[in-house]
């Protein structure tokens, strides 16, 4: 069984510091990599996405992936209270209509002022 | 990315009907998807919307419970059928692109079922 594992937090920091998110997947043959921030009562928004191993920025925003490791993260610089919100990470596996992402189950970030 | 609505945003039904949420996109995609989300929980597939032909569902969720249509690249149905309180849920339609697979999802249709 495929499966997506994430702290469920929550996780609290303040203003201005680092948050990190982690995920680990179990299937290695998984090709792409998903963060997602969902507000309270809102649907999920899609914020970065990673594919090859390393390191991806985007503004504030950095995805980390370790496929060997079956590991990717994502690094919020300069926490912002508009920050807090559940962080959804997702895997993606499969080709053509086989395709499918498998969600975890999400990390509650709270960014206090 | 695309732009996605759902109508309804909300419902709320008796036990035993049944309703049926659209899925609109402003452009053709590739793919569709619907997806439930039950409250505190993280999002599971119920199914993949295929254009002309018969919706992949995951397990767990059959055709007769949740008919999906798809009669073009922007639209998408899904139907709640005979529904129970233990429907009650958000379910929201996704769509992707193509290369990169970006998946983007819809506003949501939070039904609650009485």
């Known amino acids: 069984q495929k499966e997506v594992e994430q702290n469920s937090g929550p996780l609290s920091v303040p203003e201005g510091a680092i948050a990190s998110l982690n995920c680990t997947y179990s299937?290695?043959?998984?090709?792409?990599f998903f963060w997602y921030r969902q507000y309270s009562g809102k649907s999920p928004e899609l914020i970065m996405f990673i594919y090859s191993n390393g390191d991806k920025e985007d503004g504030r925003f950095t995805a980390q992936l370790n496929k060997a490791s079956q590991y990717v993260s994502l690094l919020i610089r300069d926490s912002q209270p508009s920050d807090s919100a559940t962080y959804l990470c997702a895997v993606g596996l499969g080709g053509g209509s086989n395709y499918k992402l498998t969600f975890g189950k999400g990390t509650l970030l709270t960014v206090n002022p | 990315s695309a732009v996605i609505s759902q109508k309804p945003s909300r419902d709320i039904c008796q036990r035993g009907t049944s309703l049926t949420i659209q899925c609109q996109v402003d452009s053709q995609v590739t793919m569709m998807f619907w997806y439930r989300q039950q409250p505190g929980q993280s999002l599971t597939l119920i199914a993949t919307?295929?254009?002309?032909?018969?919706?992949?569902?995951e397990s767990g969720f059959v055709i007769d419970k949740f008919p999906i249509s798809r009669p073009n690249l922007t639209f998408s149905t899904l139907t709640v059928s005979n529904m129970s309180p233990e429907d009650s849920s958000i379910y929201l339609c996704?769509?992707?692109?193509?290369?990169?697979?970006?998946?983007?999802f819809g506003p949501g249709t939070r039904l609650t079922v009485t």
């Open positions: 299937d290695r043959g998984s090709q792409s």
């Open positions: 996704s769509v992707m692109t193509g290369w990169p697979y970006e998946q983007y």
């Open positions: 919307a295929n254009q002309g032909s018969e919706a992949t569902y």
